[in-house]
């Protein structure tokens, strides 16, 4: 045979395998990283995965992914030390229990999304759903971690499974980011163990489970022009030393009360005051008090709020099943500017309220009507005014305008502790009011 024929074809042989060889390389995709770690400077891509993604440092730049994760504690997504991953147009699931409630609610074991150890996950235009036990939505756990939502759906069908949730002082930013939670103990918005902080603008939140609350709050949280509604549990919670911040938001509950500020001590939240910020929107309450406040000191600041109690208490401070018997009632703070406050306020004897109206504010309800305080004060400026719808005791009362003219008694009486030093300005006198009540010193252990 021609030695230059068979030449040939052995070219076009070597030539023929190359170019198999390659199709098969390029159709590979080599995004399955259930195991692996990227740690290159830059990745791009836009090709598909059907399997977990785990990422050790460096920075990655993907989209159009459908990333799963099935298995007991693996993370769809999971983003360690230091990384850096940006999706977009993705959707992420995650199916699969949890070995640990516990290590779940802290450090983020078996949620969707997952950035720890000082991470960044920035998602825009995702879907992240999960349906396991202990599988929360999007977690970001520790010094430094963050995650960052954008026009983001998050859905989770199980126990245990929060819509997102920052804890060790991790943080969550969510713009436009709408949150369905259906199982017992998922919040929407959460903060956890060692504090986080969370922040979100615009979206809609909704809970449907037992002790599921729209808002959780062992951190620092802070909402805006946002709709949440909890229909198995209060619409917000604070723990200890902790604060919500809420502007322009629609917030509403239909079990237990509208907000609970309370300390558990089961170590989740420091001991400290607990600070609920309101600035416009609404705060509606189908049953139980709008507020309430047990074993912890709080501070609650309304301003041009909507507020409806419709069970008619405005405000509960009380022991409960939390803290030491006898130490373990509420002290709450309550501050409101140009509001309108609608419903009874009520006290036990190991707890104490002070309620300060400012600003053409004015409350229509009775407070400690049964004379069960430890202390019930009350101070108005000469702007806001007391419309009292039935009998009162107050261990302390101050009032700028002291024509008394800005309280309408609708003919009920007003009682004062005459002992209290902060009473002298009364002097021990009784004062007939506008519609023939009176305000009038009491006797006895008020």
């Keep these: 045979m021609d030695k230059c024929l068979i030449s040939r074809n052995m070219v076009a042989l070597i030539l023929a395998i190359s170019i198999i060889t390659l199709i098969?390389?390029?159709?590979?995709?080599?995004?399955?990283?259930?195991?692996?770690?990227?740690?290159?400077?830059?990745?791009?891509?836009?090709?598909?995965?059907?399997?977990?993604?785990?990422?050790?440092?460096?920075?990655?730049?993907?989209?159009?992914?459908?990333?799963?994760?099935?298995?007991t504690d693996e993370s769809s997504i999971k983003v360690t030390d230091s990384g850096t991953l940006t999706l977009s147009d993705s959707t992420v699931t995650k199916t699969g229990e949890t070995s640990s409630n516990e290590?779940?609610?802290?450090?983020?074991?078996?949620?969707?999304?997952?950035?720890?150890?000082?991470?960044?996950?920035?998602?825009t235009n995702c879907t992240v759903n999960t349906g396991a036990n202990g599988a929360n939505g999007v977690f970001a756990t520790g010094s430094g971690s963050s995650v960052i939502l954008s026009d983001v759906v998050i859905k989770t069908t199980a126990d245990g499974s929060r819509g997102?949730?920052?804890?060790?002082?991790?943080?969550?930013?969510?713009?436009?980011?709408?949150?369905?939670?259906?199982?017992?103990?998922?919040?929407?918005?959460?903060?956890?163990?060692?504090?986080?902080?969370?922040?979100?603008?615009?979206?809609t939140m909704t809970t449907?489970?037992?002790?599921?609350?729209?808002?959780?709050?062992?951190?620092?949280?802070?909402?805006?022009?946002?709709?949440?509604?909890?229909?198995?549990?209060?619409?917000?919670?604070?723990?200890?030393?902790?604060?919500?911040?809420?502007?322009?938001?629609?917030?509403?509950?239909?079990?237990?009360?509208?907000?609970?500020?309370?300390?558990?001590f089961s170590g989740d939240a420091e001991v400290g005051t607990s600070i609920f910020t309101m600035n416009g929107g609404s705060l509606t309450a189908a049953i139980g008090p709008l507020f309430y406040i047990t074993n912890t000191d709080s501070i609650i600041e309304l301003k041009d709020a909507d507020l409806t109690?419709?069970?008619?208490?405005?405000?509960?401070?009380?022991?409960?099943?939390?803290?030491?018997?006898?130490?373990?009632?509420?002290?709450?703070?309550?501050?409101?500017?140009?509001?309108?406050?609608?419903?009874?306020?009520?006290?036990?004897?190991?707890?104490?309220?002070?309620?300060?109206?400012?600003?053409?504010?004015?409350?229509?309800?009775?407070?400690?009507?049964?004379?069960?305080?430890?202390?019930?004060?009350?101070?108005?400026?000469?702007?806001?005014?007391?419309?009292?719808?039935?009998t009162s005791y107050l261990t302390s009362f101050t009032d700028e305008d002291s024509t008394l003219v800005n309280i309408k008694d609708n003919g009920y009486t007003v009682y004062y502790n005459a002992d209290e030093s902060t009473n002298s300005w009364l002097n021990g006198n009784t004062y007939i009011l506008i519609d023939g009540g009176k305000l009038t010193p009491f006797t006895g252990s008020a």
Excluded at 26 to 42: H, I, N, P, Q
Excluded at 180 to 201: F, L, N, Y
Excluded at 242 to 258: D, M, Q, R
Excluded at 310 to 337: F, I, P, Q, Y
């Design 309 to 390: 109690a419709m069970s008619g208490t405005l405000l509960t401070a009380s022991a409960d099943r939390w803290g030491n018997n006898g130490s373990n009632g509420g002290v709450v703070t309550l501050k409101a500017e140009n509001e309108t406050l609608d419903g009874s306020i009520t006290c036990d004897s190991i707890s104490s309220v002070t309620v300060m109206l400012q600003n053409s504010t004015v409350l229509e309800g009775s407070m400690n009507a049964e004379n069960t305080a430890g202390s019930m004060a009350l101070i108005l400026d000469h702007t806001s005014a007391w419309n009292v719808t039935g």
């Design 208 to 264: 449907a489970g037992e002790g599921s609350p729209g808002i959780y709050s062992t951190g620092n949280i802070t909402v805006s022009d946002a709709v949440i509604t909890a229909a198995g549990s209060e619409a917000a919670v604070i723990e200890g030393k902790n604060s919500i911040s809420l502007e322009k938001v629609a917030l509403s509950s239909a079990k237990k009360c509208g907000a609970m500020l309370y300390q558990s």
């Design 103 to 123: 290590n779940s609610d802290f450090y983020g074991l078996n949620a969707a999304v997952l950035a720890e150890s000082g991470s960044t996950i920035k998602l």
């Design 164 to 203: 997102v949730d920052a804890t060790l002082s991790g943080s969550i930013t969510c713009t436009d980011v709408d949150i369905t939670t259906e199982g017992q103990h998922c919040a929407a918005i959460a903060t956890d163990r060692g504090s986080g902080t969370v922040t979100v603008t615009g979206g």
């Design 24 to 71: 098969m390389l390029s159709g590979c995709g080599c995004l399955s990283e259930s195991d692996s770690s990227v740690s290159s400077k830059s990745a791009t891509t836009t090709e598909t995965t059907t399997e977990a993604y785990a990422q050790s440092g460096g920075t990655s730049v993907r989209s159009d992914q459908a990333i799963t994760a099935s298995n």
